[in-house]
């Protein structure tokens, strides 16, 4: 494990509206505001359309092969998520989110892209007096975040 310490600066209570795509209304967001590092909550709707990264296909297959899923239909969503700076001081958003349509519900990673359906709720929680960053790790192609 590693690991760093940080505070709490400022608190980002946000609206998506209708059509507003995720990861990138945030990301968009951290670069206007200067937020390098933070966690995000998100509650809402999504738009039918999206895809999310729901897994590799197998567990030691490199390199790694993502099963992405296409949402099919609105569905309610609820989601955590990470903003830190890749290597070039960009921040990019790490976010899983859980989907429920109807009796069926899908986990999985939002970078591949989703559309808010009429609002998403976000409280995004900047941390200050952090240097994490996300580097891009060799064997995997991920960006992981290095503390």
Known sequence: MKYSEGNIGRVFVIRLEDGDRLPQSLETLATEKDVKRGICLLVGGVKGGGTIVSGPRQAETVPIETINKILDGIH?????????????????????A??????????????????????????????????????KEATTG??????
Not at 79 to 93: M, N, Q, R, S, W
Not at 142 to 147: I, R, Y
């Open 142 to 147: 991920f960006e992981l975040l290095e503390p």
């Open 76 to 96: 309610e969503t609820v989601a955590v998520g990470a903003i830190f700076p890749d290597e070039k001081g960009i921040p990019k958003l790490h976010m899983h």
């Open 98 to 135: 859980a989907l429920g349509r109807d009796q069926e519900t899908i986990t999985g990673c939002i970078r591949l892209g989703i559309e808010t359906w009429k609002v998403g709720e976000v409280v995004l929680l900047e941390i200050i007096n952090n240097n994490a960053q996300r580097k």
